[in-house]
């Protein structure tokens, strides 16, 4: 018996075996085929490079008060208020060599009532939700000693308030780094225009880069990409849709070493691609998980003596998909925020194909579940997959969509 066919009985004998006790596992036959494969190679192509040091910077930035109806459609029943308030994501990337390092967005300027151009005040005066920051990155950097001076590159993933921080805090050596068609959308910007929603003082006296895809064609996956250290430890990915010159990045975390036979590992900064994991999970590579109750935080109050009341399990998530009128098998909702919805989606699709690997961790800027979680800076993120972060944060979302499943699942219960 080959390892493969041994390792599906056994799966089917578990499953067996489980199936009694799964309240929810109404009709859950249909076949799971990609829950022990690894599909990096065929899906999701990289090239070969070296590997960066990567660390996830807490901006401080959190954006306090905004509703799911505001970034997610469709509504989902009972899943009124995110749980958590939206951190701001930041990362920092260093090469192998140790001679270039770069940033992935910045959050929000502490001093925001100040910094920001007056269209984005007015943005903030008269939002529903509540913004906030402690510090600026460039502080944060100093506190750790890290010297502002050795950051060769800030990369806006957009220019929207929470990812621009300020710029302008960090000498002029740095470059200021934006996406494909950006200049022509944003320049000139505030005071030369009053109405911008970005200020020149952001660039002044330093490189503003635009990037350009097609000079040196390079494919990630389905993207088109840029190595942007030229080692292959780096690389910014053009993910249009959210906004004008949207990118994402991809920072390779560990390298295949010679005397082992596992694959390299990524962190994919994901910038504002999706809000909420509903948007990109699940997928036709990454189905609902079998017994998803066992996959969120779902704590029924007698698990031993009673079928959990609360728990919805993978059937009903699916369910739940069909009752909103979604693919069972694909993301529960799409964005709100975008120029262009096509582009948006395409982005996600794209990125499904890393989402679906197991050695691609997927962090999106506001990933609100993986805080408390993973480590942050000054720690380094590199060693993820050996600590499992993905998988722990993976499915945690459900729990949003619990009470919405739970209802579908008495509704059908019949079966
Ligand atoms: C679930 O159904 C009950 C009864 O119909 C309803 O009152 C409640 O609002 C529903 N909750 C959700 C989250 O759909
Ligand atoms: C959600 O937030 C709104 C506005 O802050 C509040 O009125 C409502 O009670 C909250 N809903 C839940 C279920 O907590
Ligand atoms: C915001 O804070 C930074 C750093 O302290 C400072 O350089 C900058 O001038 C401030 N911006 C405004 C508009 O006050
Ligand atoms: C949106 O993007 C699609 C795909 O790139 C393109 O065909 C379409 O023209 C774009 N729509 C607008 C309004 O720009
Ligand atoms: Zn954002």
Known sequence: MSPTTKSFFISLLLNLLIQPFDAWACGEHHHHPHDN????????????GSSARVSIIDSTARLRGSRPSDLLTPYIPGFDNFSHP??????????????????????????????????????????????????????????????????????????????????????????????????????????????????????????????????KPLKIGAFSALDFFGDGSFYLLDAPGHSVGHMTALARTTSKRKDRDDQ???????????????????????????????????????????????????????????????????????????????????SIEKTQAADASENVFVIWAHYAEIEGTVDLFPKFANDWKKKGWRDKVFWSYLMDLAPAATNVSLLEKKC
């Open 86 to 215: 939206s951190p701001s994501w930041s990362f920092l990337v260093e090469n192998s060599k140790g001679d270039k390092r770069a940033l992935f967005d910045l959050g929000g300027p502490p001093n925001f009532t100040e910094s920001y151009s007056p269209a984005i005040q007015r943005v903030i005066q008269t939002a529903p939700w509540t913004f906030s920051v402690d510090k600026h990155v460039v502080d944060i950097l100093r506190e750790n000693r890290v010297n502002p001076a050795s950051i060769g590159s800030i990369v806006w993933s957009h220019s929207h308030f929470d990812h621009i921080g300020d710029p302008s805090t960090f000498p002029h050596s740095t470059d200021l780094v934006v996406g494909p068609g950006w200049k022509a959308a944003f320049l000139p910007a505030y005071p030369t225009d009053p109405d911008s929603p970005v200020k020149d003082a952001y660039w002044q006296g330093r490189n503003l880069v635009e990037i350009d895809f097609t000079k």
């Open 264 to 346: 390299d590992t990524f962190i994919y900064m994901g910038g504002d691609l999706v809000h909420h994991a509903s948007e990109i999970r699940p997928s036709k590579l990454v189905p609902f998980p079998r017994n998803a109750e066992h996959k969120y935080p779902c704590r029924p109050t007698k698990p031993k003596t009673k079928p959990p009341t609360r728990c919805p399990g993978t059937e009903a998530f699916r369910a739940l998909n069909v009752e909103l009128g979604r693919d069972p098998d694909g993301p529960t909702t799409d964005p709100t925020l975008f120029v262009n919805f096509t582009q948006a989606k395409q």
């Open 37 to 48: 494969e690894a599909p990096t190679k065929r899906l999701f192509d990289i090239p070969k």
